[in-house]
């Protein structure tokens, strides 16, 4: 485990780099380089590495702690920009993020009665609108045979596009007043 400093001499991997907002990973056979202002450049050994179904500690827990976040700040941003006393105040909401199925991906722990449904919400309306469903559009569900809890939850849901192709959903449960 290595702070990044400007000027700092190379790091051989495996290693774990710790700089102002991130955490890095260098892989076994890698080296990392640090520029004057601080950027962290990585060479790659020749060697492509071997593609394994084995799951590593390390970076499996990295990576779900940063998506469990991205659903947390959608939370804090929702409560903050809501005018509904239920969202403000109560903090009847939940924030997830979900895979390009419907499954959910990860969470926040808002309130988690929501979370059961807000999946068979985004399944839904895959299966009803397909591929018309485009980049920059937003749907909001509610209704009960759609997914929906209960009228007064309201689901707000987001496709994430790349090439052209939804690659997952973050989506918000809020009960509206």
Known sequence: ?????????????????????TTIIVESGCTSFFTHN???????????PKLTTELHPLPLSLF?????????????TL?????STNIKERLDFSCAIFDPVGDLFANAPHIPVHLGAM????R???????????????MLSNHPSA??????DITVMTPCFIDGKAVFYVASRGHHA
């Open 1 to 21: 485990v290595y702070e990044v400093a400007a000027n700092q001499t190379p790091v051989e991997g495996p290693a774990m780099l710790i700089q102002s907002g």
């Open 38 to 48: 601080g950027n962290v450049v990585i060479h790659a050994s020749g060697a492509a």
């Open 64 to 76: 779900a702690h940063r998506f469990m976040s991205l659903a947390e700040q959608m939370g804090y």
């Open 79 to 83: 409560k903050r920009t809501a005018t």
């Open 119 to 122: 999946g068979a919400t985004i």
């Open 124 to 138: 839904w309306q895959t299966d009803h609108y397909g591929s018309n469903w485009k980049e920059g559009e937003v």
């Open 147 to 152: 997914g929906g809890s209960h009228l007064p």
